[in-house]
C-alpha cells in the first residue's frame, strides 16, 4: 500500500507517520522546501510539531504530482475552506483507482457542502471512493503515539477497510463505519461547540457549564444529522461524542483556544494571531453549519450564538444571555 499525504500541517504530519508505522509507504506533501527538507534530513517538523521525531521511512516533498504518483490513498490535510482550490490543481494528477480521504472537519463557506462532497465534485469521483477519517484526534497526542482510535467511513464498506488496514497501529486504532454524513458531520460541528466551550471557560464558567454545552451541542448535532440523513448512532461514536469531549475539554485544541481567548475579553483579530498561522476551522464553519441549519429548518442555538460571535456582532456575554433566556423546553 502506498499513500500520499496532502499538507504538512499538524494532522497531515502527524497523519503521514500513523500510516508510516502501520507499514504504508507514504510521502508527504508540504508546501514549503525548507519544510520538507527537515522531515526528509532531520526526521521532524518544528513548524507543527515540535519535539516529535518522524519515522525515517518517511519522505516528504514539495511536487504534488511526485507525491502522488502510484499512490492507492491519497489523503488532504489542508484547511477546509482551500481545498477547493488546492484540489483544483492537483485533480490532474489524482491516480484513476486511488481512494480519496478526507482527514478536514470542516463545511465550505456558500455551498455549504462537506469535505467529502467537495472532493467528489473537483475531482469527478463517484461518491464511494471517497473516505473520511475523524474521531477524538488531537494532533500532538497521536504524534507522541498515545493510544487513540478513530472512524473511518465510506460508503463502500470495502474501501473503508483498505483505510483501516492502512493506519492501523499499536497506537491508533480505527473503526469502519458507512455513514459519511454523520462521520463528517459531528467532525464539523464540535469546532463550534469547542469554541463555545472556550468561551465559557474564558469567562470564567466551570463544569457544569462545559457539560450543558457538551450534551446540547450534541443535541443540536443530531437534529441537525437526522435532518441531512445521518444515522444517529453515529453522533454516540467516536465522531460524534468521541471528539466532542476531546476537543471541548483539550487545551491542545485550537478551536478551544480561540474560544478562550475570546471568553477571556480578547478580540477576535488578537485571538486570530495567536493561531500563528494553525486553523481553528470552527471560527468560519461556524457560518455554513448555520447556514446549512437554515437551510433545513434546524435550530441550532449554540452555533448561531458563536456563528454572531466570530462574524464581530456578538460577544461573549450576550451570547449566554441570549442563550440562558431562550423560552424553556422539554428535553
Ligand atoms: N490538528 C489536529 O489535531 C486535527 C485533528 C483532526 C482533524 N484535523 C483537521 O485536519 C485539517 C488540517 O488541520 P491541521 O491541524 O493539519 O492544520 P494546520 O493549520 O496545522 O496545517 C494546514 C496545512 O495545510 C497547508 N495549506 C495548504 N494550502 C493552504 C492554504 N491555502 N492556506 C493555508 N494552509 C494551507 C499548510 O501549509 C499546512 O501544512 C483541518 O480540517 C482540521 O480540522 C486536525
Ligand atoms: O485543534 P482543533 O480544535 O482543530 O481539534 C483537533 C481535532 O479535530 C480533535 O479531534
Redesign the pocket.
Known amino acids: 500500500m502506498r499513500a500520499a499525504v496532502l499538507?504538512?500541517?499538524?494532522?497531515?504530519t502527524a497523519f503521514a507517520k500513523v500510516l508510516t508505522d502501520a507499514g504504508t509507504e507514504t510521502v508527504l506533501w508540504?508546501?514549503r522546501p525548507e519544510l520538507a527538507e527537515a522531515v526528509n534530513q532531520r526526521h521532524c517538523n518544528p513548524d507543527?510539531l515540535e519535539g516529535i521525531e518522524l519515522p525515517g521511512a518517511l519522505r516528504a516533498t514539495t511536487d504534488p504530482t511526485e507525491a502522488m504518483s502510484g499512490a492507492d490513498l491519497v489523503v488532504f490535510?489542508?484547511?477546509?475552506q482551500?481545498l477547493r482550490?488546492?484540489l483544483g490543481g492537483w485533480a490532474g494528477q489524482l491516480p484513476p483507482q486511488a481512494s480519496l480521504v478526507s482527514?478536514?472537519?470542516?463545511i465550505e463557506l456558500g455551498t455549504v457542502m462537506r469535505m467529502s462532497e467537495v472532493i467528489s465534485q473537483v475531482a469527478k469521483a463517484l461518491p464511494e471512493r471517497v473516505a473520511v477519517v475523524?474521531g477524538p484526534?488531537?494532533?500532538?497526542e497521536i504524534a507522541m503515539q498515545q493510544p487513540t482510535a478513530t472512524t473511518v467511513a465510506c460508503t463502500d464498506l470495502a474501501r473503508a477497510e483498505s483505510v483501516q488496514q492502512a493506519c492501523s497501529t499499536g497506537y491508533f486504532r480505527p473503526y469502519t463505519n458507512t455513514d459519511v454524513i454523520g462521520t463528517e458531520l459531528g467532525?464539523a460541528v464540535k469546532?463550534v461547540i469547542a469554541l463555545a466551550c472556550g468561551m465559557a471557560v474564558g469567562m470564567g464558567f466551570g463544569d457544569n457549564t462545559v457539560a450543558s454545552l457538551i450534551t446540547r451541542g450534541l443535541a443540536e448535532t443530531a437534529r441537525l444529522g437526522s435532518a441531512l440523513g445521518a444515522d444517529p448512532l453515529t453522533f454516540a461514536g467516536l465522531a460524534g461524542l468521541g471528539d466532542l469531549v476531546a476537543t471541548c475539554a483539550s487545551p491542545l485544541s485550537?478551536n478551544r483556544t480561540f474560544g478562550h481567548r475570546l471568553g477571556r475579553g480578547e478580540t477576535l483579530e488578537q485571538a486570530q494571531q495567536a493561531t500563528h498561522?494553525?486553523?481553528a476551522?470552527g471560527v468560519k464553519s461556524c457560518r455554513s453549519i448555520l447556514d446549512l441549519a437554515d437551510r433545513h429548518g434546524v435550530d441550532v442555538p449554540i452555533v448561531r450564538e458563536v456563528s454572531a460571535v466570530c462574524a464581530g456582532e456578538s460577544d461573549p456575554r450576550t451570547a449566554v444571555r441570549a442563550l440562558m433566556s431562550r423560552s424553556i423546553k422539554s428535553e
Not at 484526534?137 to 500532538?140: S, V
Open positions: 499538507g504538512a500541517g499538524n494532522w497531515g508540504a508546501r507543527y490535510a489542508i484547511p477546509s482551500t482550490e488546492n482527514l478536514m472537519k470542516g475523524s484526534n488531537l494532533a500532538r467532525g469546532n485550537r498561522g494553525q486553523i476551522e
